[in-house]
């Protein structure tokens, strides 16, 4: 068990529509990162928030957003459901880098969004 | 483009054998590699890491070796277990408060017992 908790772990919805895939981090990690992982994308690195503030950004579209709340848990939202959205999708989390001297993201179990 | 490359994309490897994954990065301002491991219905999980300033490091049956000037760096698993069947994932992380890791497209090691 990581310490990160994802939930929903699986949503069935239709295309169209919007979800909000919700992640609390490991007690005491200040960033969330949020993962996308498909059969043929591989492991996708879609946004980071750090302490509540967006400290980067990869390959998220424009129908996706994200936000990390004061208590640090965060939320991805995904809108406008297309089939290709089907994935696994990841948080991590992670201590900053000043404080630990490397980098270890710590990842949830996942939430597997299929949508129909 | 893609700045990590793993090969080969699965592997079959018997029982007792040795597992060998590999891994080649781009860009030079990587500092930091570490290896996941990802078992089915779960999420990745740190294996083991290593920086440029060694060329390998051992822990337990699981070996990094690194090779700065040919800019790749690979898995070695000894004495592979079925336990083992996973699909492994190489990262890299650049420097600065702001770097995120690159993960390559990961790869399916199967251990036959």
């Known amino acids: 068990d990581s310490g990160v908790t994802q939930t929903p772990k699986h949503l069935i919805t239709a295309t169209g529509q919007r979800v909000t895939l919700r992640c609390s981090p490991r007690s005491g990690d200040l960033s969330v990162y949020w993962y996308q992982q498909s059969l043929d994308q591989g492991l996708q690195f879609l946004i980071q928030y750090y302490n509540g503030e967006e400290r980067a950004k990869g390959n998220i579209l424009e129908r996706f957003s994200a936000q990390q709340f004061p208590d640090l848990h965060s939320e991805l939202n995904l809108s406008s459901l297309e089939l290709g959205d089907s994935a696994l999708y990841f948080c991590a989390s992670s201590i900053p880098r000043v404080a630990s001297g490397q980098e270890t993201q710590y990842f949830g179990p996942g939430t597997r969004l299929l949508v129909l | 483009q893609q700045q990590v490359k793993q090969s080969p994309q699965s592997l079959i490897v018997q029982k007792g054998g040795i597992s060998i994954i590999n891994c080649a990065y781009e860009n030079t301002a990587f500092d930091y590699f570490p290896w996941y491991q990802q078992f089915p219905g779960k999420g990745p999980a740190l294996l083991i890491a290593?920086?440029?300033?060694?060329s390998e490091k051992k822990e337990g049956r699981f070996t990094i070796s690194f090779n700065k000037s040919a800019k790749q760096f690979s898995l070695h698993i000894m004495d592979s277990q079925p336990g083992d069947s996973a699909t492994y994932f190489c990262?890299?992380?650049?420097?600065?408060?702001?770097?995120?890791?690159?993960f390559g497209k990961g790869i399916t090691l199967s251990v036959r017992p």
């Open positions: 990262a890299a992380l650049g420097t600065g408060a702001n770097s995120k890791l690159t």
């Open positions: 290593i920086r440029p300033d060694v």
